[in-house]
C-alpha cells in the first residue's frame, strides 16, 4: 500500500514536471505542439512542416511566420514555448503599470530632495 502511493506521488511530481517544462520549437513532436494552449494537431502539423521547410526557428516569436498563428496565439503560447532552452521573454508592462511605477520614482526624488526654504 505504501509503495503505491509513494509511485503514484513519484508518477505526479514527474508529470507536474513536465506540464511546467517550456516546449522547444525546434525539437517538439507533434504530440508535445498539441499540449500548447490553442495548438491543435492541424497547427502542429504546421509548425513541424514549416521546422523541416525553414530550418530551426531562431526566436520563439517566429513561430508567426507559420501560416495560421499570428500575435494572438503567440501571446497565448509565449510562456509554453522555448527555443534552444531559451523561454519567450515576457510581455513588456502595460501603460499604467509604467506610469505608476514612474509617479513612485517621482514622489521618492521629492521626498529625498532637501526641503525649499
Given at each position: 500500500?505504501?509503495?503505491?502511493?509513494?509511485?503514484?506521488?513519484?508518477?505526479?511530481?514527474?508529470?507536474?514536471?513536465?506540464?511546467?517544462?517550456?516546449?522547444?520549437?525546434?525539437?517538439?513532436?507533434?504530440?508535445?505542439?498539441?499540449?500548447?494552449?490553442?495548438?491543435?494537431?492541424?497547427?502542429?502539423?504546421?509548425?513541424?512542416?514549416?521546422?523541416?521547410?525553414?530550418?530551426?526557428?531562431?526566436?520563439?516569436?517566429?513561430?508567426?511566420?507559420?501560416?495560421?498563428?499570428?500575435?494572438?496565439?503567440?501571446?497565448?503560447?509565449k510562456?509554453?514555448?522555448?527555443?534552444?532552452?531559451?523561454?519567450?521573454?515576457?510581455?513588456?508592462?502595460?501603460?499604467?503599470?509604467?506610469?505608476?511605477?514612474?509617479?513612485?520614482a517621482?514622489k521618492?526624488?521629492?521626498?529625498?530632495?532637501?526641503?525649499?526654504?
Amino acid at each position: 500500500m505504501l509503495k503505491k502511493l509513494f509511485i503514484t506521488l513519484l508518477a505526479s511530481f514527474a508529470l507536474m514536471t513536465a506540464a511546467f517544462a517550456a516546449v522547444d520549437l525546434n525539437t517538439a513532436n507533434q504530440a508535445q505542439l498539441e499540449s500548447l494552449t490553442g495548438i491543435g494537431p492541424a497547427k502542429a502539423k504546421d509548425i513541424i512542416d514549416y521546422r523541416t521547410k525553414n530550418g530551426p526557428f531562431k526566436s520563439a516569436e517566429d513561430i508567426m511566420k507559420v501560416p495560421g498563428i499570428k500575435e494572438g496565439t503567440y501571446a497565448k503560447i509565449k510562456g509554453e514555448i522555448s527555443v534552444g532552452g531559451k523561454v519567450a521573454a515576457p510581455a513588456a508592462p502595460a501603460k499604467a503599470d509604467k506610469a505608476a511605477k514612474a509617479s513612485a520614482a517621482d514622489k521618492a526624488v521629492k521626498a529625498s530632495a532637501p526641503a525649499k526654504k
